[in-house]
């Protein structure tokens, strides 16, 4: 039967990419599991406030991002989920310096205060 034998399980642009990241799913499952265990914040998209202040602009965002989900599902959606599973951790590297400067705020308020009091 001709092209039978070309039958492929994901688009031809994508395979060789996706088939590389085949080869790091152990230690990808790792460092999911790791992150599921974390204290890394993530947003959790539950503010209506949100929606509430910029009803228009969230609704042409939301298309938008629809539309380029639906152009290249395969790599979008991997692309979706990629930015958020490492959105935790780059919050975390970008609220340092402030947490850093908080924690000293209050050793030295805890430290000027006495031991005792």
């Not at 298309?63 to 639906?70: F, G, P, Q, Y």
């Not at 990629?82 to 947490?99: D, E, I, K, N």
């Amino acid at each position: 039967v001709p092209g039978s034998s070309s039958v492929r399980p994901c688009h031809p642009a994508v395979e060789s990419w996706v088939c590389s990241w085949v080869a790091l799913q152990p230690s990808g499952s790792c460092i999911v599991a790791f992150l599921m265990v974390s204290n890394f914040r993530y947003y959790s998209f539950k503010d209506p406030e949100l929606i509430k202040r910029q009803p228009f602009v969230f609704l042409v965002l939301a298309v938008l991002l629809l539309t380029i989900i639906a152009a290249q599902p395969v790599i979008m959606l991997f692309v979706v989920f990629l930015s958020y599973v490492l959105s935790g951790p780059v919050a975390y590297v970008m609220t340092w310096p402030r947490r850093r400067r908080l924690e000293k705020a209050v050793h030295k308020r805890h430290e000027a205060s006495g031991p005792g009091e």
